[in-house]
């Protein structure tokens, strides 16, 4: 077969919610060279999780100019594209330019990937829609998910990372991300305050990992704050790498969380999850890994989810 390409721009749920696809590309066509086109701190995450042999920064200048129809295209760029057997783009390219550009350097094999989850398609996941186009390859995706494994920098980095705060061994990790891309998705700071109190009067053992990207830092700052007013033990895992915060989630018990990238990251890590949805169907969105428990709020308002619903959830989570 050669080498495959995949271009996938979006965030962290977009990208972890397209791995499925190329999973199945490197378990059915283990020959081929698997290469991913997309935003470095995200594409990362194929890479240290051997699910791609390279990866390349979408953000190249050059590259502005395969959206120009008949424009001057850099040659290396050219030779590069022309490089794989089989593209596969999931980018936004309504006049076709894009796609156009890449017949003038030769690329012969093109399948275009959708880049908006259909939303009418309730019966099938996101990840299932987004592995689409290699049916065309006769690859028909049967396990819409991952089990990301990570590099032996990423788990020295998570051991790291716990050895610095130095805990007794009988410590069990829950993490948290009260935040996600969008407030609306968002449950209380108060509701998941509620929830912590609860699970460390069940199990004092039990420690809060609070995680947060850079646009959250104010937010969660306040979030803190609550959680030391409680009187609840916690750390924080901020701006660190995917695949560091991923070989650091995979030491956790448990994952508390909205639709969020973050919250796609932790399911496929492996790690038993409660997750909250509002205004998103957990039918398309929610990661279908073994050992997520869903929890969809009445009429998409986030607000009428109980603190004792997601209490008796989570400990459940915990004890299976």
């Given amino acids: 077969m050669g080498k495959i390409l995949f271009i996938r721009g979006g965030a962290v749920g977009d990208f972890i919610l397209t791995l499925p696809a190329i999973q199945l590309v490197r378990e059915q066509l283990p020959e081929a060279e698997v290469e991913v086109l997309g935003y470095p701190p995200v594409t990362r995450l194929a890479e240290a999780a051997g699910l791609a042999h390279r990866t390349r920064s979408i953000e190249y200048g050059p590259l502005s100019s395969f959206f120009v129809p008949n424009s001057l295209l850099s040659p290396e760029l050219m030779d590069y594209f022309k490089s794989f057997s089989v593209v596969i783009s999931y980018l936004y390219d309504p006049d076709g330019f894009f796609g156009e550009n890449l017949k003038r350097c030769g690329v012969d094999t093109l399948f275009v990937g959708p880049h908006k989850i259909d939303l009418d398609l309730a019966d099938q996941p996101a990840a299932s829609q987004l592995a689409r186009p290699l049916e065309q390859l006769a690859l028909f995706l049967e396990k819409p998910h991952v089990a990301l494994e990570f590099d032996e920098a990423s788990k020295r980095a998570a051991d790291d990372f716990f050895d610095a705060r130095a805990v007794e061994e009988t410590v069990r990790w829950v993490a948290l991300h009260p935040g996600s891309g969008s407030p609306r998705k968002n449950w209380s700071f108060e509701g998941w305050i509620r929830v912590a109190e609860n699970l460390s009067e069940a199990d004092p053992t039990l420690r ?102 997601v209490t008796a959830a989570a400990l459940e989570s915990l004890t299976n």
């Fill in 208 to 309: 809060f990992l609070i995680v947060s990207g850079e646009a959250e830092d104010r937010v969660i700052a306040e979030f803190h704050q609550l959680l030391d007013r409680a009187g609840l033990s916690h750390a924080s895992a901020s701006h660190l790498s995917l695949p560091v915060l991923g070989a650091i989630l995979q030491r956790c018990e448990l994952f508390l969380g909205h639709d969020s990238g973050i919250s796609h990251l932790a399911a496929a890590c492996g790690v038993p999850a409660v997750l909250l949805f509002g205004p998103t169907d957990p039918g398309i969105w929610a990661p279908q890994n073994p050992d997520v428990t869903t929890i969809q709020a009445p009429g998409g308002d986030l607000s009428k989810i109980k603190a004792d619903e």
